[in-house]
């Protein structure tokens, strides 16, 4: 047989290296002449196109060619009046990116010759094995006692013979394989076999046939010729022939019936080798003839040097003996399936239904299992059962597969897991490990993707790669027994630490699980990027703790505010309720005068006031808690030292000196005291009450003694508000099954208000119309008129409704990362987990949901719910991150002489414009990707990816934005744009630049935007 051509590798040409240069040139020219004839901005990356293409196609010789041009292109492109030497910044940083993407062009070339190297290797093996195998086919034949042959039944082609059938053809073995019969013999010889291979392929029995046939010397000789047909292994149609010399046969038959038994005799040793040939295609190490009728089999062991067996065993109830040891000689886990498939019933189904049975499985030889085949082929009334030893092919093929399947394994966790830098594959046996391809920068840090002693290398890594505040942490946790305890006791083993790159630290956290694979342990470790993550989580956490206090502290005074007052009140009230409170006394202050203070001095000196009022309560009660709960009321908690000293305390921080011109301003205090009994008190309010009644009494009297008449305080203003978490949550359940709606509300209405609705529609309906009211949604996805995907889709896009938590409910278990994908929080699969469980997820949901609230109104201005400049800054940063490749543009908008809009319709029409505009900012960042802001006054800030039609951009924007006519012919805005704002690495003057280049047509009203304009 004829190998086959090699396939062309990765879409190479089979040309001539000459050629190939001639036409990665031509290629890489006609490129150059377009980008210059179109004048195209950026050529260089249809010419790295061109580069790539020229290595895909023409392999080295085209790479290097392409490489050359493309190097000598960009170099002439790029520098200064075109002399290869003098490069500006930008396009020294353009000329680098080329060269990048030669080098990574380069590298592809290396990957393709390699591929075509293993693939030559390939092909190579294979051809020796097809030749293993002719020269196997063609010794057994030799030992065939009778001409034997076989041939392709479609073609005719001779594809082995023995030395027998070579020399009645007068030619050698070789001569004859690859030859037709026409080839051979004689037309009318040639003729007659044919017609004989006809019959034969035409039955499904062996076609056994009588003629004369003339030997060498001319006489007259009687054969006995046998031709059947049969499958090889690679599927083809093949005809299998002996011819044996039967006239001594006939003569004994005819000279003396006596003699019967011995032709009989002879008659069945020639059906055996017969029936033996139909098994040439492989090198069996044991032959089975079994008969079906009386279940006697033949043996027929090991072959010696030359292809002869060296013994023969007869035996009995061959499918007992096979199974009796099979529990002897086969592999324990392939057992069973051996056992099923000798059945005879079973044997001779998949035989008359397939033409031959073939089965692979382990044989314990020398006591170690090695991979056998088992083909079994039926010939009349007898079956040929052939064993051969496939060990180390099939042994090489599943390390193939392995390799195979393991790279498409990290191929498709590189697609779910973008940040997977590198992943390992470790023996847990003999620590040997490989690498899969991993991150450029993972590269630089020249760790091998082999070895032999994954934690040895893992440890000399380590001393350069890891940062050094982690070494210790690091080297207690990355060792074998640890790992393996730690996935035994929680299924899987994290660590987080700090990567070195280029010098950088970089939060990494490292993942491993066990798996079992043939008997052996094997350890899967992924490396990921969570640095982003990391970093996030620390900002927020900061962020956090900022928002916690700045929500808790008054910031004019510096006390506890009201939220404070709340909290504290709500755990005094639990004590209560248990019984366990100790004794403690409420002071209820209220700074005098303070109206008069304001009106006759402004607002600033009133501030003054309420400052030296609070000096003088936080003085006099120096250990206990003072909280600022309204404009000028504070509340004093006594306990310990003040509480004993209560009475003397009250006494001075209402006294009043006898001079007015010593008293200072807000100094003057009117104060009032409760003590808390368990009789008369079950809780803090009642408390507050009576020292409000004592306070108000104090009041009055020094209203009648004082010259001055005080007047009540003014109340809090809605800037200054900060909500006040309710103790008891609302939760809205929505579900189309009422069943499912009262199951889930009756687990959790002990400990939640509930309210329910039966469809999309309804649900959005109730939500709206319960603004600020309703703490978490608990959403069903398959529901009538609108799904729960819907929902959280429309809510996206409701100010008033993005904010509330989501938790999934379904039994679309795939479903998951879509929904957290729109926006819910959560998800909580059917039939419902363990209730304690769905308690604590929803617990969870509605704490993160007030964490987000409260930061979202630290980071917030009041006004427009855009980002103040603080916190739009920091988010800017993160973008730059994010969106590292992405060219990004600084926006800047102001509105036209807002301060005279201001003068002549007032303040309130003044916020409704800057409020439309927010709202219009706010549209506008969430359809272009980006992040908006209110810098200060009537200054608005964007920042998102590149546009190329700002000018129908933005006067769509101000068509939205005032659908007002008055205020549509009042208000004219003017934006300025700063393009790729990245190249300035300060992130303030990025927006300078861009307020820069919108005051350039402040006074220019038929012009709406222009371009920041380097000098």
Not at 129 to 136: G, V
Not at 545 to 558: E, F, N, P, Q, Y
Not at 807 to 826: F, H, N, R, Y
Request: hydrophobic fraction near 40%.
């Amino acid at each position: 047989m004829t190998d086959k051509p090699r396939k062309t590798t990765l879409m190479q040409l089979q040309v001539s290296l000459s050629r190939k240069i001639i036409l990665t040139i031509a290629i890489m020219i006609t490129l150059i002449l377009f980008v210059f004839y179109f004048k195209v901005p950026n050529p260089n990356m249809i010419l790295i196109a061109g580069l790539v293409l020229c290595s895909a196609l023409f392999g080295y010789g085209g790479g290097i060619v392409a490489a050359l041009i493309m190097l000598g292109y960009t170099l002439f492109f790029f520098s200064t009046d075109n002399n290869f030497t003098e490069f500006t910044p930008q396009n020294m940083q353009k000329v680098i990116v080329s060269l990048i993407g030669i080098v990574a062009d380069m590298v592809f070339v290396c990957s393709l010759k390699k591929e075509e190297i293993r693939e030559f290797e390939a092909v190579d093996k294979l051809t020796k094995q097809l030749n293993l195998q002719k020269e196997t086919q063609s010794a057994l034949l030799n030992h065939m006692p009778a001409l034997s042959f076989y041939k392709d039944a479609k073609t005719g082609v001779y594809l082995a013979c023995n030395q027998a059938f070579a020399e009645y053809a007068n030619k050698k073995v070789s001569e004859v394989v690859g030859l037709t019969d026409y080839d051979i013999f004689d037309p009318e010889t040639a003729k007659h076999f044919t017609e004989d291979d006809k019959k034969a392929l035409s039955m499904d029995e062996p076609y056994v046939f009588f003629e004369d046939v003339p030997d060498g010397a001319g006489s007259q000789k009687q054969f006995q010729t046998t031709k059947l047909k049969f499958i090889d292994e690679t599927g083809r149609l093949c005809l299998l022939g002996m011819c044996m010399d039967v006239t001594e046969v006939v003569s004994i038959r005819k000279e003396n019936e006596q003699t019967r038994a011995a032709y009989q005799e002879a008659l069945n040793n020639s059906a055996i080798y017969e029936s033996i040939v139909n098994a040439l295609s492989r090198d069996f190490f044991n032959l089975y003839y079994v008969n079906l009728g009386t279940d006697d089999y033949i043996e027929y062991g090991s072959r010696t040097e030359t292809g002869e067996y060296i013994s023969e065993v007869r035996g009995s109830d061959f499918f007992a003996e096979a199974k009796k040891n099979a529990r002897i000689y086969v592999y324990e886990e392939d057992q069973k399936q051996f056992i099923e498939s000798i059945e005879k019933e079973k044997l001779l189904e998949e035989i008359n239904k397939h033409g031959s049975y073939i089965l692979h499985y382990r044989l314990l030889i020398d006591g170690t299992p090695s991979y056998v085949s088992m083909k079994a082929t039926r010939i009349g009334q007898h079956i040929i059962i052939g064993i051969s030893n496939v060990d180390s092919q099939v042994k090489d093929r599943l390390t193939a597969e392995r390799a195979v399947e393991e790279k498409k394994a990290y191929r498709r966790i590189s697609a779910l897991n973008g940040n997977l830098i590198v992943l390992y594959f470790v023996d847990a046996a003999d620590n040997q490990y490989t690498e899969f391809n991993s991150s450029k920068e993972y590269k630089e840090l020249g760790i091998a993707n082999q070895g032999a002693d994954f934690f040895k290398s893992t440890e000399e890594n380590s001393l350069r790669t890891i940062h050094p505040e982690d070494q210790e942490l690091f080297h207690a946790q990355i060792t074998k027994e640890n790992i393996l305890s730690t996935i035994e006791r929680d299924g899987i083993f994290e660590l987080d630490y700090r990567l070195l790159s280029e010098g950088l630290p970089t939060y990494v956290r490292l993942k491993a699980a066990k798996i079992e694979e043939e008997d052996r342990t094997f350890l899967i470790i992924g490396l990921f990027d969570v640095d982003a993550q990391i970093r996030t989580e620390q900002e927020y956490t900061h962020n956090l703790s900022v928002a916690r206090k700045m929500a808790t502290i008054d910031a004019l005074t510096g006390v506890k505010n009201n939220h404070a007052y709340s909290e504290w009140e709500e755990n005094i009230n639990t004590e209560i309720k248990k019984g366990e409170q100790k004794p403690f006394a409420l002071v209820l202050c209220d700074i005098n005068n303070l109206k008069e203070v304001n009106d006759l001095y402004g607002h600033k000196a009133g501030d003054t006031c309420i400052r030296n009022g609070c000096a003088k309560i936080c003085r006099i009660f120096s250990h206990s808690p003072v909280f600022r709960v309204g404009g000028d009321e504070f509340v004093v908690l006594l306990t310990g030292t003040d509480y004993a000293k209560r009475e003397e305390l009250l006494e001075r921080v209402t006294a009043v000196p006898g001079d007015p011109s010593k008293i200072r301003i807000g100094e003057t205090i009117a104060a009032g005291m409760a003590e808390y009994s368990k009789t008369r008190h079950d809780s803090v309010q009642k408390v507050f009450e009576e020292a409000d009644r004592a306070m108000y009494a104090r009041k009055q009297l020094m209203k009648a003694s004082a010259s001055i008449v005080d007047t009540e305080a003014g109340t809090i203003t809605d800037s200054e508000y900060i909500p006040v978490i309710n103790d008891r949550k609302h939760i809205l359940i929505v579900d189309d099954l009422e069943t499912n709606r009262e199951i889930l509300g009756d687990l959790l209405q002990d400990e939640y208000n509930i309210s329910y609705a039966a469809d999309g529609e309804e649900a959005l309906e109730e939500m709206r119309n319960n603004i600020g009211e309703i703490d978490l949604v608990i959403l069903d996805l398959q529901m009538p008129k609108k799904s729960g995907k819907e929902v959280l889709a429309e809510m996206q896009f409701d100010e008033d409704l993005m904010l509330i938590p989501v938790v999934v409910i379904t039994v679309d278990q795939e479903s998951e990362l879509d929904c957290l994908k729109i926006g819910a929080m959560d998800f909580i699969p059917k039939p419902y987990p363990d209730i304690d469980i769905v308690k604590a997820r929803i617990a969870r949901c509605i704490e993160l949901s007030e964490d987000r609230k409260l930061i979202r109104y630290t980071e917030r201005d009041k006004l427009t719910g855009l980002l103040n400049r603080e916190y739009f800054f920091r988010y800017v940063s993160r973008f730059d991150h994010v969106y590292r490749d992405a060219v990004l543009d600084a926006i800047a908008c102001d509105v036209n002489r807002y301060h005279i809009i201001t003068k002549e319709y007032g303040r309130q029409y003044g916020e409704r414009v800057l409020r439309s505009i927010g709202e219009g900012i706010k549209k506008l960042a969430r359809e272009l990707g980006g992040i908006g802001c209110r810098e200060d006054g009537d200054t608005f800030l964007l920042y998102c990816p590149h546009q190329d039609d700002y000018e129908q951009l933005f006067r769509e924007f101000v068509a939205h934005v005032f659908t007002d006519n008055e205020m549509a012919e009042n208000i004219h805005l003017r934006f300025g744009i700063f393009t790729d704002a990245k190249q300035e690495k300060d992130i303030e003057e990025r927006f300078v630049r861009a307020e820069t280049a919108a005051d350039s047509v402040k006074d220019n009203p038929q012009k709406l935007f222009e371009y920041y304009r380097q000098s």
